[in-house]
């Protein structure tokens, strides 16, 4: 059994809107639908846990009638922290120790079936795996106003997501770790139990929308996409 839980119970503070970003409308849908949408053509994935704001549950009920998600199992509220909202979708689920559980952004509706597929058979290969972009800006060291290096950039990667473990180790790093705000993503927490994490290299269209403009590129894609 191979489940999503799908993040989205951020509060958006960066998007500077009136509308929650997560309910957005991207050629016509919500930005949360096109996201959920990925996963119910994945056949890697068995069933989809979502994460809202706790006052937005009844929301997505109302604008997500006319879509048909079937494998969504359950709505759930999330947390003060991402970490601690993944961690209320990871308690509403029942796992077998060895099942995979891929933690998605709800905010990255560009994610192709082929990387979700990918990052699953990764995990259930080597127990961990992070969906990754290269690097190619050039990265500057600063110090006390100054630059004082540059980072060697071949051996940076940018996390994305999904992010795919075994339900087991998933669980012990929740109940390990510290879900505060530096648990930015789940590879964090399993990191710091000393477990090894694969990789596998994702495209750069796989944004998080992050800001307005960030819409259009959205858009843009969708629309070739299609």
Request: hydrophobic share 40%; proline share 3%.
């Amino acid at each position: 059994m191979n489940t999503a839980i799908i993040a989205a119970a951020g509060s958006g503070t960066r998007f500077n809107s009136q509308t929650p970003k997560q309910f957005l409308e991207i050629l016509g849908k919500p930005l949360i639908v096109h996201t959920l949408e990925r996963f119910e053509a994945c056949l890697a994935i068995d069933q989809i846990v979502l994460v809202l704001p706790a006052g937005d549950l009844t929301n997505f009920q109302v604008v997500s009638g006319a879509f048909q998600i079937g494998k969504l199992r359950r709505i759930i509220a999330g947390g003060n922290t991402r970490a601690a909202s993944v961690l209320n979708g990871l308690n509403a689920v029942e796992c077998a120790p060895d099942d995979i559980v891929a933690v998605h952004d709800g905010a990255r509706p560009l994610v192709s079936i082929a990387e979700i597929t990918q990052t699953i058979e990764k995990a259930r290969e080597t127990g961990a795996a992070c969906l990754v972009a290269t690097v190619t800006d050039t990265i500057k060291e600063i110090d006390g106003g100054r630059i004082v290096g540059t980072v060697d950039r071949t051996k940076l990667r940018r996390a994305l997501t999904p992010q795919a473990f075994r339900y087991e180790i998933l669980q012990k790093a929740f109940a390990h770790g510290d879900v505060g705000e530096i648990a930015t993503d789940e590879c964090y927490l399993v990191e710091k139990l000393g477990y090894e994490i694969a990789y596998i290299e994702g495209s750069a269209r796989n944004i998080k929308i992050t800001h307005p403009e960030d819409v259009r590129i959205a858009e843009m894609y969708l629309q070739s996409k299609e």
